[in-house]
């Protein structure tokens, strides 16, 4: 994983394809997220991992990445709406595969914001106390070691908001943005998610 670079004077946030701050929902129909700007972003969010610098992370990013090749769209313009038509044709690849990037996505949102909201918590910190409120309670014994490893090897802090941008004021404000954008969609799948009509 080489660490990702970013134009001078901005962040890595300004070379991501999407961010979640542009992802459209529509508030008039159910709150319904656009497919491909979603995964788009989802896709975009996984070089924070490479930002971390341990191979210990391919893992992580490599089940994220995983996810959203499983969610793509087929004829659905809204994850609610493929969701949904998945699971009248009795299938649920794509429905399971969105819960699980929900997951991974709700993790590493929890991870950064308390890390954001905390500066002198240590990433490792932020990503274990994220990690027992996500993933770990879904995770089989075989699977959560290896995330235990990844979480021991976050970088300090210090040398993690570095590799964001070389103006930490800015990579923290424009963090703080982007992560209430992506609180806001996780917020909004995880609810459909809980829904019968999501289940399979």
């Known amino acids: 994983m080489s660490a990702p670079t970013f134009p001078p004077g901005g962040t890595l946030l300004d070379t991501f394809k999407k961010s979640f701050v542009d992802v459209p929902v529509d508030a008039d129909n159910d709150n319904a997220i656009a497919t491909t700007e979603f995964l788009d972003a989802a896709e975009s969010l996984t070089t924070i991992f490479d930002a971390l610098g341990s191979v210990a992370f391919s893992p ?56 954001v909201a905390k500066p002198t918590e240590e990433l490792a910190d932020s990503f274990r106390n994220a990690y027992g409120a996500t993933l770990k309670p879904h995770h089989s014994f075989l699977v959560k ?56």
């Open 60 to 115: 992580v990013k490599n089940d994220m990445m995983g996810n959203i090749k499983l969610a793509a769209p087929a004829e659905s313009e809204t994850l609610q709406a493929l969701v949904k038509n998945e699971l009248k044709d009795k299938k649920h690849v794509a429905t399971e595969g969105l819960l699980w990037l929900v997951r991974g996505l709700d993790f590493t949102c929890i991870a950064l914001s308390q890390n």
């Open 145 to 200: 070691p290896v995330f235990s490893a990844a979480l021991s090897a976050c970088p300090y802090r210090k040398t993690f908001y570095e590799k964001l941008g070389s103006d930490e004021a800015k990579v923290q404000s424009e963090l703080r943005v982007y992560l209430a954008a992506l609180e806001k969609v996780v917020g909004i799948l995880k609810g459909f998610q809980d829904r019968k009509e999501a289940k399979w």
